[in-house]
């Protein structure tokens, strides 16, 4: 697949209500490679604001590089889905707290967090860190 069939193709994806995908060519650095920012609604999921509800909004947007050189359509789209539950998965790690302290056992923003996770799913450490906040 084309870099810019691909972005054509992720321009018209939808998602929850206030998900935006936006893709951009890559091919600059690697061959047939784009990088797709994920915009999503979220919470701001401190410790201290879990008694208050959660009340702070705040716009993640992690990127998620993508070689789409020998894509078809339906795999471009297994790998955004691919991104989406990378990023459902993030989300609940940061909100399962437990009481009374507010413990986060998995949060991927805290390296203990990170490794507890990694030692039960192998998922290293480092995909944790791609999540930015605009």
């Known amino acids: 697949m084309e870099t810019a069939s691909a972005i054509k193709l992720i321009d018209d994806v939808l998602y929850k209500p206030g998900w ?11 061959e047939g490679t784009i990088v797709v920012r994920v915009y999503y609604p979220a919470r701001n999921s401190n410790r201290d604001q879990a008694g208050k509800g959660y009340p ?3 716009t993640a947007c992690p990127d998620f590089p993508l070689v789409v050189k020998d894509y078809t359509d ?28 507010g413990w ?10 990170m490794r507890r996770w990694a030692a039960r799913t192998g998922k290293g450490p480092l995909a944790d860190i791609q999540f930015g906040v605009a």
């Open 104 to 113: 986060a056992p998995f949060h991927p923003h805290r390296v203990t967090g």
């Open 74 to 101: 339906e795999d471009l789209y297994a790998a955004l889905l691919r991104m989406i539950v990378q990023i459902e998965e993030h989300e609940a790690r940061e909100f399962l707290r437990v009481r009374p302290t």
């Open 20 to 30: 935006e995908f936006v893709a951009r060519d890559h091919s600059h650095r690697y």
């Open 56 to 58: 702070n909004r705040i």
